[in-house]
């Protein structure tokens, strides 16, 4: 994991934690949890590429408050992951 995304873990720790209780779930067979392991992809992506947008646009932090990404989901619907 890159060190610019550590910094805030939350907006990705719901995604982890599926995919871990998947995989305890399912006897550690990985193909039994594809679709978590793709929404956990996606939301990294996603957040890695609003961290890379404020960044260029020098807006500090540059991963969103917690606050900051609750509206940044309203604002799109709900997660696109």
Known sequence: MSSALKCDMSSIL???DA???CLDD?????????????KYKNCRKFWHAIMIQRRRD???????TADERENILKSIGGTPY
């Open 19 to 21: 995919s871990r209780q």
């Open 14 to 16: 719901k995604e982890t």
């Open 58 to 64: 020098g807006v500090k932090p540059n991963m969103p």
């Open 26 to 38: 399912n006897n550690y067979r990985k193909d039994m949890c594809a679709s978590y392991f793709l």
